[in-house]
């Protein structure tokens, strides 16, 4: 079983920054992909980035490539996600995500794991 626990979210102006976390616990992530999506209301979940855990391998959506960047420490068993250049159409809640498996993937149904989500908010 595995526990994702992300922190960081808020209300930031437009152009602003945030970073938000995901600590992973229960069992070995170091096979593992892990990755962040987002949902604003009235939308499907879409995805942002992942990481590979092994190596760094990343993968960012067209959306955020250049403004987002996702990494990882190995020894805090955490994931960022560094957002710069926030844009309204940025607002959503954002979860966590872990995959078993050294495939990154795209789809929400990919993934195995979810936090419970934290919600960022870009005012113009």
């Known amino acids: 079983q595995v526990q994702l626990v992300e922190s960081g979210g808020g209300l930031v102006q437009a152009g602003g920054s945030l970073r938000l976390s995901c600590v992973a616990s229960?069992?070995?992530?170091?096979?593992?992909?892990m990755g962040w999506f987002r949902q604003a209301p009235g939308k499907e979940r879409e995805f942002v980035a992942a990481?590979?855990?092994?190596?760094?391998?990343?993968d960012n959506a067209d959306s955020v490539k250049g403004r987002f960047t996702i990494s990882r420490d190995n020894a805090k068993n955490t994931v960022y996600l560094q957002m710069n250049s926030l844009k309204p159409e940025d607002t959503a809640v954002y979860y966590c995500?872990?995959?078993?498996?050294?495939?990154?993937?795209?789809?929400?149904?990919?993934?195995?794991?979810w936090g419970q989500g934290t919600q960022v908010t870009v005012s113009s």
């Open positions: 990481i590979r855990w092994r190596d760094g391998i990343t």
């Open positions: 995500t872990l995959r078993r498996g050294a495939i990154l993937s795209l789809r929400p149904e990919g993934y195995d794991y």
């Open positions: 229960g069992r070995t992530i170091a096979s593992s992909v």
